[in-house]
């Protein structure tokens, strides 16, 4: 089968820098995928990894090493409206997607 | 273009019923996932389909069913409906195979059983 574990919560200041962990275990692993939810909102694409390294979309990135099987998002200069759930997913090469439990980031002023 | 839309968005339902949800993917998406959410979880998959063929189940009872039709669109059925199912479904929509590349969700039905 196939598991994710992400933290459970984390806190940031505004303008601040937060880094957001998933590390899985799949067979067939395929591309990492990073979602975010506000509350009583669907979640929203923001990032895909399918090969090491780097993505990098404005003031997200997203890291993936395939060998370590880890990845994290990358939130900078965080404002308010970051504060949001966070959901890494794996997807296999069955055609089938996995989610984490997710990360609440909560943004102080 | 249009977004996923699901139908309905908010459903009372009793113990023992049972429900049909819908989803329509956005045009030319021929990947459609379903997951359960509920409060304080990640998404649970259920089931995805692909070209009117399921692919995919998660773990989830007999209970639990869909089905795609040739234009994409998606229905789950619960039957036999249980207080536990109360929950938020989500589906999501992708061009290709749900490989864990983008997909566009939906903003879900609201599931309450009493």
């Known amino acids: 089968g196939q598991s994710l574990e992400q933290p459970s919560e984390v806190t940031a200041v505004e303008g601040a820098i937060v880094q957001i962990n998933c590390t899985y275990q799949t067979s067939g692993f395929y591309g990492l995928s990073w979602y975010q939810q506000h509350d009583g909102g669907a979640p929203t694409f923001l990032s895909y990894?399918?090969?090491?390294g780097l993505e990098e979309t404005g003031r997200f990135s997203s890291f993936l090493s395939r060998s370590d099987s880890y990845g994290y998002l990358l939130l900078q200069e965080l404002q308010m409206k970051d504060s949001a759930s966070y959901f890494c997913?794996?997807?296999?090469?069955?055609?089938?997607?996995?989610f984490g439990d997710g990360t609440t980031l909560t943004v102080k002023p | 273009k249009a977004g996923v839309t699901q139908t309905p968005r908010y459903l009372i339902k009793t113990r023992g019923q049972q429900v049909t949800l819908s989803c329509s993917p956005i045009s030319g998406h021929r990947s459609v996932s379903w997951y359960q959410q509920t409060p304080g979880q990640g998404l649970q998959f259920l089931f995805e389909y692909f070209s009117e063929t399921q692919r995919n189940k998660g773990n989830f009872p007999g209970r639990f069913s869909g089905r795609q039709f040739s234009n994409s669109r998606s229905e789950m059925n619960v039957s036999t409906l249980e207080l536990g199912d109360s929950a938020l479904y989500l589906c999501?929509?992708?061009?290709?195979?749900?490989?864990?590349?983008?997909?566009?969700f939906g903003q879900g039905t609201r599931l309450t059983v009493v």
């Open positions: 990894n399918a090969l090491d």
């Open positions: 999501a929509s992708s061009l290709q195979e749900a490989t864990g590349q983008e997909a566009f």
């Open positions: 997913a794996v997807g296999t090469n069955a055609g089938k997607s996995t």
